[in-house]
C-alpha cells in the first residue's frame, strides 16, 4: 500500500507569533508536535471507521503512525517517549514531511464526503502554535544533511534508521522511502551541494527499483540524475573546486566512491598534523577538524595526551574539604577544566522545566549595530534565566564562583544571566569564539551604554551540561584538537581571554550536531570588568594563555 503522509493546512487567517514558527529547533516544541500528531490520529481512526472505502491514503499515513508508536518501551511515560522520538532526526523529518507536504492529497478524499465532524476536528488541532511549516520541513532535511556530513554517515545506513559509529551508533525503526531520498536530493541541490544530491538521487533510483516503484517511480528519478549528473560534470570540466563538487565527473567515477576516497583524504591529512601543545590551526583547517573532532576523533600527539590529569579540589575552602570538586585537565595551554558532577539530577530537571517555557531561536550578531539575526550557523533555542526566578538559579551563580574563583554577581554585572539551550534533530553551532568585543569590526559589536561599558568582554565560559545526551553533541575546540563528551550533571571552563585582555584565537569552539537525542545546556559568561582582583592583568600580551 502506498505511504502517504497527513499534513494540517495552517489557516491563513491564523497569524503565528514570529518565536513560535520554528518547531524543528526545538526539543520541547517536537514533543509537541507529536502530541498533536498523535490526536490527529485518534480523529483520522475514527473516521476511517464510517468510511474505510475511501480512506486508503489515511490508512497508510495510520501505519506509518503506529510504526512510530511501536517504539515505546516497557512502561515508558509519555513524557519520555515524545522526548526520545522528538530527539530521532529521521522521525523528526518524516514528522515534518507529514505536516509539511502531503495533505492536500487527504483533503481531496475527504472534500468527497461528509465529514464536518472530523473537518472541524481537525481544524482545532491545526491552529496549534506548533504545527509545522515548510521552513521545518527544510530545516529538517537540512540537519540529516548536516548530520551525515559531520559523522559521515552512509546513506545506505540512514534509509534503514541507523546512524552514528562506533559507540555512537544508533538504531531504530525510523525509514526512509525512494520518495523521502528523491526530497532529499532535490534540497541538496536547491541548496549548491550537486555532490551530495548525485548520492541522494542514485539512492532513491535503488531504492524505488526495490520497492517495485511504490512511492515514485524509478523513470521519475532518473530526470533528477540526469539534470543533477550533467549540471555537476560540466562545472567540474571548468575547472571549479568547489567543496560541494566531487574531484572527478561522476561519468568517469561514481558518486559513492568518490565520497569514500574524499573521506579517506581527509583522515590522512588530519592523522598526518597531529595539534602540538602550542600550534594554532589556520581557518581552512576548522571545519574539517571540527567534524573529525565531534566523530571522536583525536587530534593531538598520544605524548600530549598522557599530561591531561584529574584532580579533587577544596578551593581551601572548608565547606568542601568532604566533597571536593572532581577537575579533569581537557587541554593545558588554553586551559580547559571539566568540572564533574556539579549538578545533580534534580538540579538539571529544576533548570530545565524553568527555561522551557521561555525558550527563543537563538540568534547570532547580525550586521547592524547591536543587531541580532537568526542563521544556519546555530540552530538551537534559548532562554535567560535570572537568579530571582528560583532559589536554584541563585545558587548555581554562587556555585560556578567558587568553582572559578571569578566573581559572578549578576546584579553587579560581573557575569551575564544564566543562558540555557536546547538542541536537538541536528541542533549544532559552528566554531566561534565566546568573546563578544575583542578582533570584532565596530558594526558587529555588542553595542553597550557608555556607562556600562565597564563590564567588559567575556574573559571566562562556564557551561554546564544538564542532560543526558544520548549521542552527539560534543563542544570541541578544533584550532587545539581538543573535544569535551556533554555529560549530564558536568561542565567545562575555560578563559577566552588572555591575562591581557587580548583575545584568546585558540579557543574558537562549537557544539557538535546532536546525532540523537536532546542536548541542553546551560552558559555563565563572565565580565572581566568585575574581576580586577581575582584575576589580576598580565603584563605581556600573551601572559596567562
Known amino acids: 500500500m502506498r505511504v502517504v503522509y497527513v499534513v494540517i493546512l495552517v489557516m491563513s487567517s491564523v497569524v503565528i507569533p514570529p518565536n513560535l514558527c520554528e518547531v524543528f529547533s526545538s526539543a520541547s516544541d517536537m514533543q509537541m508536535v507529536f502530541a498533536v500528531e498523535r490526536d490527529i490520529v485518534d480523529i483520522l481512526s475514527q473516521y476511517s471507521k464510517d468510511l474505510e472505502t475511501k480512506l486508503n491514503r489515511i490508512q497508510s499515513y495510520l501505519e506509518e503512525v503506529n510504526i512510530l508508536e511501536s517504539e515505546r518501551l516497557p512502561q515508558e511515560s509519555d513524557d519520555r517517549f515524545l522526548e526520545r522520538m522528538a530527539g530521532n532526526p529521521i522521525h523528526a523529518y518524516k514528522l ?3 505536516f509539511s507536504v502531503d495533505w492536500k492529497k487527504i483533503e481531496d478524499d475527504l472534500k468527497n464526503s461528509n465529514w464536518s465532524e472530523t473537518e472541524f476536528a481537525l481544524k482545532r488541532k491545526r491552529l496549534s502554535p506548533v504545527t509545522p511549516r515548510e521552513d521545518d520541513l527544510n530545516g529538517s532535511a537540512q540537519s540529516l544533511i548536516r548530520l551525515q556530513d559531520v559523522y559521515e554517515l552512509d546513506i545506505r545506513d540512514m534509509i534503514r534508521g541507523k546512524f552514528g559509529k562506533g559507540n555512537q551508533r544508533v538504531a531504530s525503526k525510523a525509514t526512509l522511502t525512494a520518495q523521502d531520498c528523491l526530497f532529499m536530493g532535490k534540497h541538496c541541490f536547491n541548496s549548491g551541494a550537486l555532490a551530495r544530491s548525485l548520492e541522494w538521487f542514485e539512492e532513491a533510483w535503488v531504492l524505488a527499483g526495490r520497492e517495485g516503484n511504490q512511492t515514485v517511480s524509478q523513470d521519475q528519478i532518473q530526470t533528477f540524475i540526469d539534470h543533477a549528473a550533467k549540471t555537476h560534470d560540466e562545472r567540474v570540466l571548468n575547472g571549479d573546486k568547489d567543496p560541494n563538487l566531487f574531484p572527478k565527473p561522476v561519468y568517469e567515477e561514481p558518486p559513492f566512491q568518490q565520497r569514500e576516497k574524499i573521506y579517506q583524504t581527509i583522515h590522512d591529512k588530519l592523522m598526518k598534523n597531529l595539534t602540538s601543545p602550542h600550534l594554532v590551526h589556520d581557518n581552512e583547517d576548522d571545519i574539517p577538524r571540527f567534524n573529525a573532532l565531534c566523530r571522536g576523533e583525536e587530534l593531538r600527539a598520544p605524548e600530549y595526551v598522557a599530561t591531561l590529569k584529574c584532580f579533587y579540589s577544596h578551593q581551601n575552602d572548608p565547606y568542601y574539604y568532604l566533597h571536593p570538586a572532581q577537575i579533569e585537565v581537557a587541554h593545558h595551554n588554553p586551559l580547559i577544566r571539566i568540572f564533574h558532577n556539579v549538578l545533580s539530577d534534580d538540579e538539571m530537571t529544576t533548570i530545565r522545566g524553568i527555561a522551557a517555557p521561555l525558550l527563543m531561536r537563538s540568534q547570532v550578531q547580525g550586521t547592524g549595530k547591536g543587531a541580532t539575526k537568526i542563521s544556519n550557523s546555530r540552530t538551537s533555542k534559548t532562554s535567560w534565566l535570572q537568579d530571582s526566578f528560583d532559589p536554584l538559579i541563585r545558587i548555581v551563580t554562587q556555585r560556578v564562583a567558587w568553582m572559578t574563583g571569578l566573581n559572578t554577581d549578576t546584579m553587579k554585572e560581573e557575569s551575564e544571566l544564566l543562558q540555557v539551550a536546547n538542541y536537538v534533530n541536528g541542533g549544532h553551532y559552528n566554531p566561534h569564539h565566546d568573546y563578544v568585543m575583542k578582533e ?5 559589536m555588542i553595542q553597550l551604554p557608555h ?25 570541541v575546540f578544533p584550532r587545539i584538537g581538543a573535544g569535551v563528551t556533554a555529560t549530564g550533571g558536568s561542565a567545562v571552563f575555560w578563559y577566552n581571554l588572555h591575562k591581557s585582555g587580548e583575545a584568546d584565537r585558540a579557543t574558537l569552539h562549537g557544539a557538535c550536531p546532536i546525532l540523537h537525542g536532546t542536548k541542553w545546556v546551560s552558559n555563565k559568561w563572565i565580565r572581566e570588568g568585575g574581576q580586577a582582583f581575582t584575576r589580576p592583568c598580565g603584563l605581556t600580551k600573551d601572559e596567562g594563555k
Open 451 to 475: 556607562k556600562g561599558m565597564y563590564i567588559g568582554d567575556r574573559i571566562a565560559t562556564w557551561m554546564f551540561y544538564i542532560n543526558h545526551v544520548p549521542a552527539g553533541g560534543r563542544t
Open 440 to 444: 570584532k569590526d565596530p558594526n558587529h
Open 96 to 98: 515534518m514531511k507529514r
